[in-house]
């Protein structure tokens, strides 16, 4: 008998075209703020409370937003790159149709946000915290994350390329379509809530004492 096998679906990330930009003011940026069509270059945010603030067709590089109160923040199609923050504070944000590149952040704390259609590349993370957040077409490339906190998350068209987690957090997570298989996975918690996730063979394998485990298996000699 045939084995049949469920189709994968990659996420679905469009390219940003941002034209027309000018230079905006970073000084100017205040909390509940909207801005539009504005390119900021090596700004210093770090410290200030932005809570609220929003970005339309923006660019943000070279930014440092160590410190900087985030919460609520609403990002749509913007590009964030050479981003740097030892402590990131964006819970219950909107990130949708983001490109995160060649950015490196240490504590990020976005708890109850909203990821949709976001693309991170080459870029290092410390400690991520997306519990009881919503992804939807998001794909991590040549990434570095020390730790990825997906509790109580719900995930659908999430891809890994290329990225090593140091570990991962699935604890009653909800996944569907997210693809594992290019990811250098070391130490995973909420086995049992992998449903909805592809890995591959040898994953599976590195992974057989976690799963004897969670199932109380002794696996002896």
């Known amino acids: 008998m045939a084995t049949r096998r469920s189709t994968l679906a ?4 469009d390219d940003l075209r941002l034209d027309d930009l000018v230079d905006g003011d970073a000084d100017g940026i205040v909390a509940g703020g909207h801005y539009e069509a504005a390119r900021y270059t090596s ?8 809570s609220g603030v929003g970005f ?5 590089e070279g930014i440092d937003v160590d410190g900087t109160q ?10 964030v790159a050479r981003a740097t923050a030892p402590t990131l504070k964006a819970a219950r944000s909107t990130w949708r149709d983001v490109h995160v590149d060649s950015s490196r952040f240490g504590a990020v704390e976005m708890f109850d946000s909203e990821w949709q259609s976001v693309r991170v590349t080459g870029s290092k993370l410390s400690f991520v915290n997306l519990r009881s957040s919503t992804l939807r077409d998001v794909a991590f490339e040549h990434c ?17 390329t290329d990225c090593t987690v140091g570990a991962i957090l699935l604890d009653h997570a909800q996944l569907a379509h997210v693809d594992l298989r290019g990811l250098d996975l070391t130490r995973i918690s909420g086995v049992e809530f992998l449903r909805g996730a592809a890995i591959t ?3 599976a394998m590195d992974l057989s004492q976690v799963f004897a485990g969670h199932l109380g298996i002794s696996v002896v000699d």
């Open 10 to 13: 990659a996420p679905v990330i």
């Open 43 to 50: 700004a210093d945010l770090s410290g200030r409370d932005l």
């Open 56 to 60: 339309t067709e923006c660019e943000l």
């Open 70 to 79: 985030l919460r609520g923040a609403r990002l749509v199609e913007t590009r």
């Open 144 to 160: 570095v994350i020390d730790e990825l906190d997906l509790g109580q998350a719900r995930a659908e068209r999430v891809a890994f």
């Open 201 to 203: 063979p040898t994953q």
